[in-house]
């Protein structure tokens, strides 16, 4: 007999046991041969040795399906454990080289869908600031967020920062009725669309609770060092010269920086010159900062988003 302790330090021990030990019962059947004994984040494994390193691969193909998927239901565990299971992960190592960044809720695909949106995944592997820049529909944001979701899981960094200026607010906030947080929150929605696609809601709560993943206005990243971080300045069009100064210069060790915007639509007050604009100027060819612009052929919303975007620019 062969006793040995497994750690699961990279995931929460509810997503492997269920509520109620209902998954492990589930895993207990495939291995009549073992006794398993759950204590937190350790299972204690107790049996023959080469019955207990097939359980320990069986163990690790659940697990890297959950951080692939962000979903380990009951008949997915079935399906894995099967015969079927060894098919699955092959089919989906083979999706993974195709575009996939990864599975958000529900198994929904989350994948680049253009050559831009591609060269933005290959970007950030290679530089630490990226500007992705182009029009509306294009993806920008999305994908943004769908790297930094990734980042997280992988452990690459220890939190998400998504920010954009509340310009359209201005003055006008004070009137708006609810706490700053509700009244600011109508700003953050697009990236909280994003998230919802990519994280479980239970989970995302916990995050958002612990801040591991921040959705703030830009106003409140002056004074602070992003440390370990995937930050993501959306709406850039709509920052000030100093206000982009003072953003890009937040970037702290092991970090990185998606910073997307649309240099056509600046909603600026007073015709004050964007910051974005600005940034694009500075730093260009700057090394470990790569700039992507996005166009037209890289809209991925209804189809009429992109006639309107090209009458648009005709009229110019």
């Known amino acids: ?41 350790s299972l204690k494994v107790i049996g ?64 680049a869908k253009t050559e831009n949106q591609r060269k933005m995944i290959s970007s950030i592997t290679k530089n630490d600031m990226l500007f992705a820049v182009g029009p509306a529909g294009t993806g920008k944001t999305y994908t943004a967020v769908a790297l930094a979701v990734k980042a997280l899981k992988n452990k690459e960094v220890k939190r998400i920062i998504l920010t954009r ?54 106003a409140f990243m002056r004074g602070r060092t992003l440390d370990n971080a995937f930050v993501i300045l959306d709406e850039a069009q709509n ?11 937040r970037m702290g060790n092991n970090a990185k920086f998606i910073i997307t915007g649309d240099v056509s639509q600046i909603d600026l007050p007073h015709k004050q010159p964007s910051g974005l604009l600005q940034a694009l100027r500075y730093l260009k060819s700057a090394e470990g900062i790569d700039i992507i612009e996005l166009n037209n052929v890289d809209v991925i919303r209804h189809r009429l988003v992109k006639l309107i975007i090209e009458r648009y620019e005709a009229s110019k």
């Open 239 to 249: 920052t000030t010269e100093s206000q982009m100064k003072m953003f890009l210069t």
């Open 48 to 111: 023959d040795q080469l019955e207990i390193q097939r359980f320990e691969k069986k163990l690790e193909m659940l697990v890297d399906y959950y951080h692939k998927t962000a979903v380990l239901t009951d008949t997915v565990i079935e399906r894995l454990l099967g015969q079927t299971g060894d098919n699955m992960l092959e089919q989906q190592n083979e999706a993974n080289g195709n575009d996939i960044i990864l599975f958000g809720n529900n198994g929904l695909v989350i994948k």
């Open 165 to 218: 200026p509340a310009v359209e607010a201005g003055e006008n906030l004070g009137f708006l009725p609810g706490d700053l947080k509700e009244k600011l929150d109508p700003y953050m929605q697009p990236l909280y669309d994003a998230l919802n696609d990519m994280v479980p809601a239970d989970k995302l709560n916990q995050y958002l609770e612990n801040r591991i993943i921040q959705i703030a206005p830009l």
């Open 1 to 41: 007999m062969t006793e040995k302790i497994i750690t699961l330090d990279s995931v929460e021990p509810v997503e492997i046991y269920g509520v109620n030990d209902v998954k492990l019962n589930i895993i207990k059947k495939y291995f009549p041969k073992l006794k398993l004994v759950a204590r937190g984040y």
